[in-house]
Protein backbone atom coordinates (compact mmCIF):
# COMPACT_ATOMS: atom_id res chain seq x y z
CA UNK A 1 0.00 0.00 0.00
CA UNK A 2 2.82 2.34 -0.11
CA UNK A 3 4.43 2.98 -3.09
CA UNK A 4 7.69 2.40 -3.18
CA UNK A 5 10.74 2.61 -5.88
CA UNK A 6 10.51 -0.68 -7.18
CA UNK A 7 6.96 0.54 -8.49
CA UNK A 8 8.06 3.81 -10.02
CA UNK A 9 11.45 2.98 -11.26
CA UNK A 10 12.00 2.28 -14.92
CA UNK A 11 13.24 -0.67 -15.35
CA UNK A 12 15.26 0.04 -18.76
CA UNK A 13 17.96 1.88 -18.22
CA UNK A 14 20.88 2.87 -20.21
CA UNK A 15 24.05 2.73 -19.00
CA UNK A 16 27.41 3.41 -19.97
CA UNK A 17 31.16 2.81 -19.30
CA UNK A 18 34.04 5.08 -17.75
CA UNK A 19 36.12 4.58 -20.99
CA UNK A 20 33.24 5.68 -23.04
CA UNK A 21 33.92 9.42 -24.48
CA UNK A 22 31.50 12.57 -23.35
CA UNK A 23 29.92 12.43 -26.60
CA UNK A 24 28.81 9.18 -26.31
CA UNK A 25 26.58 10.12 -23.18
CA UNK A 26 25.55 13.17 -25.30
CA UNK A 27 24.50 11.43 -27.84
CA UNK A 28 22.45 9.12 -26.41
CA UNK A 29 20.79 12.17 -24.13
CA UNK A 30 19.81 13.59 -27.69
CA UNK A 31 18.32 10.36 -28.81
CA UNK A 32 16.50 9.51 -25.18
CA UNK A 33 15.43 12.77 -24.22
CA UNK A 34 16.80 12.37 -20.72
CA UNK A 35 19.34 12.97 -18.01
CA UNK A 36 20.83 10.56 -16.19
CA UNK A 37 23.54 8.28 -17.34
CA UNK A 38 24.67 5.46 -14.89
CA UNK A 39 28.10 3.80 -14.89
CA UNK A 40 28.12 0.08 -14.47
CA UNK A 41 31.06 -1.88 -14.29
CA UNK A 42 31.48 -5.57 -16.12
CA UNK A 43 28.99 -7.24 -12.98
CA UNK A 44 26.43 -4.47 -13.82
CA UNK A 45 27.47 -2.92 -10.19
CA UNK A 46 26.92 1.15 -10.21
CA UNK A 47 30.64 3.07 -9.90
CA UNK A 48 29.24 6.37 -11.04
CA UNK A 49 26.84 8.55 -12.80
CA UNK A 50 26.61 10.88 -15.41
CA UNK A 51 24.38 13.97 -16.04
CA UNK A 52 23.58 16.55 -18.49
CA UNK A 53 24.61 18.70 -15.81
CA UNK A 54 28.45 17.61 -15.75
CA UNK A 55 28.44 17.58 -19.48
CA UNK A 56 27.14 21.32 -19.32
CA UNK A 57 29.33 22.38 -16.88
CA UNK A 58 32.24 20.48 -18.70
CA UNK A 59 32.26 22.36 -22.05
CA UNK A 60 35.63 23.86 -22.46
CA UNK A 61 37.86 22.17 -20.00
CA UNK A 62 39.39 19.65 -23.10
CA UNK A 63 37.33 16.86 -20.80
CA UNK A 64 37.37 13.64 -23.47
CA UNK A 65 35.88 10.52 -21.43
CA UNK A 66 32.91 9.76 -18.57
CA UNK A 67 35.67 8.68 -16.36
CA UNK A 68 36.81 12.01 -15.94
CA UNK A 69 33.46 14.07 -15.14
CA UNK A 70 31.56 11.03 -13.74
CA UNK A 71 30.49 11.23 -9.77
CA UNK A 72 31.69 8.43 -8.20
CA UNK A 73 30.05 8.41 -4.73
CA UNK A 74 26.77 7.75 -5.66
CA UNK A 75 23.43 8.04 -3.88
CA UNK A 76 21.32 4.84 -4.74
CA UNK A 77 17.48 3.66 -3.57
CA UNK A 78 16.78 -0.29 -3.23
CA UNK A 79 13.87 -1.14 -4.38
CA UNK A 80 11.22 -1.94 -1.40
CA UNK A 81 12.02 1.97 -0.35
CA UNK A 82 9.35 3.94 -0.20
CA UNK A 83 8.88 6.76 -2.30
CA UNK A 84 8.61 9.52 -0.09
CA UNK A 85 12.03 8.85 1.48
CA UNK A 86 13.44 8.73 -2.13
CA UNK A 87 11.55 11.77 -2.82
CA UNK A 88 13.63 13.18 0.67
CA UNK A 89 16.73 11.82 -0.28
CA UNK A 90 16.41 14.11 -3.85
CA UNK A 91 16.06 16.97 -1.97
CA UNK A 92 18.27 16.40 0.71
CA UNK A 93 21.23 15.97 -2.24
CA UNK A 94 20.62 18.31 -4.48
CA UNK A 95 20.03 15.55 -7.28
CA UNK A 96 17.30 14.73 -9.59
CA UNK A 97 17.67 10.58 -9.51
CA UNK A 98 18.94 7.83 -8.18
CA UNK A 99 20.09 4.42 -9.50
CA UNK A 100 18.18 1.37 -7.85
CA UNK A 101 20.39 -1.55 -6.61
CA UNK A 102 20.58 -5.02 -5.33
CA UNK A 103 22.51 -5.22 -1.96
CA UNK A 104 25.49 -5.99 -3.95
CA UNK A 105 24.52 -2.75 -5.75
CA UNK A 106 23.82 -3.87 -8.99
CA UNK A 107 21.33 -1.62 -11.04
CA UNK A 108 18.03 -2.44 -10.96
CA UNK A 109 16.34 0.68 -12.70
CA UNK A 110 16.32 4.49 -12.28
CA UNK A 111 13.75 6.89 -10.60
CA UNK A 112 14.16 10.61 -11.16
CA UNK A 113 12.14 13.99 -9.71
CA UNK A 114 9.85 13.22 -13.25
CA UNK A 115 9.05 10.30 -12.40
CA UNK A 116 7.98 11.21 -8.82
CA UNK A 117 6.30 14.62 -10.27
CA UNK A 118 3.89 12.38 -12.41
CA UNK A 119 2.63 10.89 -9.36
CA UNK A 120 1.18 14.26 -7.98
CA UNK A 121 0.06 14.61 -11.81
CA UNK A 122 -1.96 11.57 -11.63
CA UNK A 123 -1.06 10.52 -15.08
CA UNK A 124 -3.25 11.89 -18.39
CA UNK B 1 -6.49 24.68 -0.26
CA UNK B 2 -5.10 23.83 -3.63
CA UNK B 3 -1.76 24.27 -3.76
CA UNK B 4 -0.60 26.38 -6.79
CA UNK B 5 2.01 27.05 -8.86
CA UNK B 6 2.37 30.78 -7.08
CA UNK B 7 3.14 28.96 -3.44
CA UNK B 8 5.84 26.28 -4.72
CA UNK B 9 7.87 28.40 -7.53
CA UNK B 10 11.15 29.76 -6.77
CA UNK B 11 10.79 33.66 -7.20
CA UNK B 12 14.52 34.78 -7.50
CA UNK B 13 15.03 33.39 -11.08
CA UNK B 14 18.38 33.50 -12.61
CA UNK B 15 17.92 34.49 -16.25
CA UNK B 16 20.05 34.78 -19.60
CA UNK B 17 20.02 36.94 -22.44
CA UNK B 18 19.97 35.34 -26.17
CA UNK B 19 23.40 36.63 -27.14
CA UNK B 20 25.13 35.62 -24.15
CA UNK B 21 27.35 32.72 -24.44
CA UNK B 22 26.98 29.46 -23.96
CA UNK B 23 29.68 29.42 -21.71
CA UNK B 24 27.97 32.12 -19.13
CA UNK B 25 25.21 29.50 -18.51
CA UNK B 26 27.56 26.36 -17.95
CA UNK B 27 29.03 29.01 -15.74
CA UNK B 28 25.93 29.77 -14.07
CA UNK B 29 24.68 25.90 -13.89
CA UNK B 30 28.42 24.91 -11.72
CA UNK B 31 27.52 28.10 -9.69
CA UNK B 32 24.13 27.01 -8.68
CA UNK B 33 23.58 23.58 -9.14
CA UNK B 34 20.85 24.20 -11.20
CA UNK B 35 19.67 23.02 -14.58
CA UNK B 36 17.12 25.87 -15.65
CA UNK B 37 17.68 29.04 -17.64
CA UNK B 38 14.72 31.43 -18.54
CA UNK B 39 15.51 33.18 -21.38
CA UNK B 40 14.05 37.13 -21.32
CA UNK B 41 13.80 39.94 -23.14
CA UNK B 42 14.26 44.09 -22.05
CA UNK B 43 10.67 43.94 -20.46
CA UNK B 44 11.50 40.76 -18.80
CA UNK B 45 9.25 38.38 -20.76
CA UNK B 46 10.16 34.96 -21.39
CA UNK B 47 11.12 34.41 -24.82
CA UNK B 48 13.06 31.08 -24.80
CA UNK B 49 14.61 28.60 -22.10
CA UNK B 50 17.92 26.81 -21.80
CA UNK B 51 18.26 23.39 -19.65
CA UNK B 52 21.67 21.33 -19.16
CA UNK B 53 20.23 19.02 -21.76
CA UNK B 54 20.66 21.73 -24.54
CA UNK B 55 24.16 22.47 -23.41
CA UNK B 56 25.05 18.54 -22.80
CA UNK B 57 23.33 18.34 -26.43
CA UNK B 58 25.39 21.08 -28.32
CA UNK B 59 28.64 19.60 -27.29
CA UNK B 60 31.30 19.52 -30.13
CA UNK B 61 28.78 21.15 -32.51
CA UNK B 62 30.35 24.70 -32.56
CA UNK B 63 27.21 26.37 -31.53
CA UNK B 64 28.39 30.13 -29.43
CA UNK B 65 25.55 31.45 -28.25
CA UNK B 66 22.23 31.03 -25.97
CA UNK B 67 20.12 32.09 -29.28
CA UNK B 68 21.98 29.24 -30.89
CA UNK B 69 20.65 26.60 -28.81
CA UNK B 70 18.25 27.66 -26.70
CA UNK B 71 14.16 26.69 -26.70
CA UNK B 72 11.82 29.36 -28.14
CA UNK B 73 8.37 27.79 -27.78
CA UNK B 74 8.47 28.11 -24.06
CA UNK B 75 6.03 26.54 -21.90
CA UNK B 76 5.12 27.97 -19.06
CA UNK B 77 2.39 28.10 -16.32
CA UNK B 78 0.26 30.56 -14.37
CA UNK B 79 0.67 31.73 -10.48
CA UNK B 80 -2.45 30.37 -9.94
CA UNK B 81 -2.53 27.47 -11.79
CA UNK B 82 -2.72 24.03 -9.83
CA UNK B 83 0.39 22.20 -8.92
CA UNK B 84 -0.95 18.54 -10.04
CA UNK B 85 -1.43 20.17 -13.67
CA UNK B 86 1.67 21.89 -13.42
CA UNK B 87 3.15 18.34 -13.33
CA UNK B 88 0.71 17.02 -15.90
CA UNK B 89 2.21 19.44 -17.91
CA UNK B 90 6.13 18.46 -17.61
CA UNK B 91 5.13 14.83 -17.78
CA UNK B 92 3.22 15.64 -21.32
CA UNK B 93 5.92 17.66 -22.70
CA UNK B 94 8.74 15.62 -21.11
CA UNK B 95 10.22 18.64 -19.92
CA UNK B 96 11.52 19.24 -16.11
CA UNK B 97 10.35 22.80 -15.61
CA UNK B 98 8.04 25.60 -16.56
CA UNK B 99 8.48 29.38 -15.93
CA UNK B 100 5.91 30.92 -14.10
CA UNK B 101 4.80 34.22 -16.18
CA UNK B 102 2.02 36.54 -15.59
CA UNK B 103 -0.70 37.61 -18.36
CA UNK B 104 2.00 39.47 -20.23
CA UNK B 105 3.96 36.65 -20.61
CA UNK B 106 6.76 38.57 -17.81
CA UNK B 107 8.72 36.07 -15.83
CA UNK B 108 7.09 35.64 -12.32
CA UNK B 109 9.59 32.42 -11.01
CA UNK B 110 9.82 29.11 -11.64
CA UNK B 111 8.82 25.22 -10.99
CA UNK B 112 10.24 22.60 -11.83
CA UNK B 113 9.80 18.34 -10.76
CA UNK B 114 12.70 18.69 -8.58
CA UNK B 115 10.22 20.98 -6.52
CA UNK B 116 7.12 19.36 -7.11
CA UNK B 117 9.30 15.92 -5.86
CA UNK B 118 9.86 17.49 -2.94
CA UNK B 119 5.86 17.99 -1.67
CA UNK B 120 5.87 14.11 -1.54
CA UNK B 121 9.24 14.10 0.49
CA UNK B 122 7.09 16.40 2.60
CA UNK B 123 9.95 17.90 4.03
CA UNK B 124 12.99 17.33 6.23
C1 LIG C 1 24.26 18.80 -7.48
S1 LIG C 1 23.39 18.09 -8.89
C2 LIG C 1 22.45 19.42 -9.58
C3 LIG C 1 22.01 19.26 -11.00
C4 LIG C 1 21.02 18.16 -11.43
N1 LIG C 1 19.70 18.30 -10.95
C5 LIG C 1 21.60 16.76 -11.40
O1 LIG C 1 21.11 15.90 -10.63
O2 LIG C 1 22.51 16.54 -12.20
C6 LIG C 1 24.66 17.82 -10.08
C7 LIG C 1 25.66 16.76 -9.67
O3 LIG C 1 25.00 15.73 -8.93
C8 LIG C 1 25.48 14.47 -9.38
N2 LIG C 1 24.45 13.46 -9.17
C9 LIG C 1 23.27 13.33 -9.80
N3 LIG C 1 22.63 12.25 -9.37
C10 LIG C 1 23.41 11.68 -8.42
C11 LIG C 1 23.30 10.52 -7.60
N4 LIG C 1 22.25 9.72 -7.66
N5 LIG C 1 24.32 10.24 -6.77
C12 LIG C 1 25.41 11.04 -6.70
N6 LIG C 1 25.56 12.14 -7.43
C13 LIG C 1 24.58 12.46 -8.29
C14 LIG C 1 25.80 14.68 -10.85
O4 LIG C 1 26.72 13.72 -11.30
C15 LIG C 1 26.33 16.09 -10.87
O5 LIG C 1 27.72 16.10 -10.67
C1 LIG D 1 12.66 17.17 -24.07
S1 LIG D 1 13.48 17.87 -22.66
C2 LIG D 1 14.29 16.49 -21.88
C3 LIG D 1 15.42 16.82 -20.95
C4 LIG D 1 15.21 17.61 -19.66
N1 LIG D 1 14.49 16.98 -18.64
C5 LIG D 1 14.88 19.09 -19.88
O1 LIG D 1 13.78 19.53 -19.50
O2 LIG D 1 15.77 19.77 -20.40
C6 LIG D 1 14.82 18.79 -23.35
C7 LIG D 1 14.37 19.98 -24.14
O3 LIG D 1 13.19 20.56 -23.57
C8 LIG D 1 13.33 21.95 -23.57
N2 LIG D 1 12.55 22.52 -22.48
C9 LIG D 1 12.77 22.40 -21.15
N3 LIG D 1 11.85 23.09 -20.47
C10 LIG D 1 11.01 23.65 -21.37
C11 LIG D 1 9.86 24.50 -21.30
N4 LIG D 1 9.37 24.91 -20.14
N5 LIG D 1 9.29 24.88 -22.44
C12 LIG D 1 9.76 24.48 -23.62
N6 LIG D 1 10.83 23.69 -23.78
C13 LIG D 1 11.45 23.28 -22.66
C14 LIG D 1 14.81 22.21 -23.40
O4 LIG D 1 15.16 23.50 -23.86
C15 LIG D 1 15.41 21.08 -24.19
O5 LIG D 1 15.60 21.48 -25.54
Known amino acids: ?3 TA ?7 VVVG ?9 ARIFAEKNFDHLPIVDDE ?10 DIAV ?7 KLSEIMTRQVITAREDEP ?4 ARKLDKFGISGVPVVDARGRLRGIVTSDDISKLIGGGR
Do not use: C, F, H, L
Open 58 to 64: SVGKGKQ
Open 83 to 86: IDAV
Open 6 to 12: GAVMTRE
Open 1 to 3: RII
Open 44 to 53: NRVIGIVTSW
Open 17 to 25: RPEDPITKA
